[in-house]
């Protein structure tokens, strides 16, 4: 069973920066992609930016310049800058294998104030 173990959730205040972490309990070598989604409250679950094991990176538009992902072997990270209101939901931490299996975290709660 592969267990994803995210940390780094939390509420700041609108303009902060917060740093989300996700560990994957598998080889980096099985991995084919790590992505990060997040869902606001009433809404359906999105896209935030994925990383793939050649180290193609996608963002949704709304937090590029501001989010960056990175991965060290099975580890995602999310580094988020320049917190909007419009950030806050549930972030889930996603790890594809390569050969189809789709793996998520448990959530962390990110709440941006105004």
């Known amino acids: 069973q592969v267990r994803l173990v995210e940390s780094g959730g939390g509420s700041v205040q609108a303009g902060g920066s917060l740093t989300l972490s996700c560990e994957a309990s598998?080889?980096?070598?099985?991995?084919?992609?790590m992505a990060w989604h997040r869902q606001a409250p009433g809404e359906q679950r999105e896209l935030v930016a994925r990383i793939t094991i050649d180290g193609d990176i996608d963002y949704a538009e709304s937090v590029k310049g501001r989010f960056t992902v990175y991965r060290d072997n099975a580890k995602v990270y999310l580094q988020m800058n320049s917190l909007s209101p419009e950030d806050t939901g549930v972030y889930y931490c996603?790890?594809?294998?390569?050969?189809?299996?789709?793996?998520w975290g448990q959530g962390t709660q990110v709440t941006v104030s105004s």
């Open positions: 598998v080889s980096a070598f099985t991995i084919q992609d």
């Open positions: 996603n790890v594809n294998l390569r050969w189809g299996n789709s793996y």
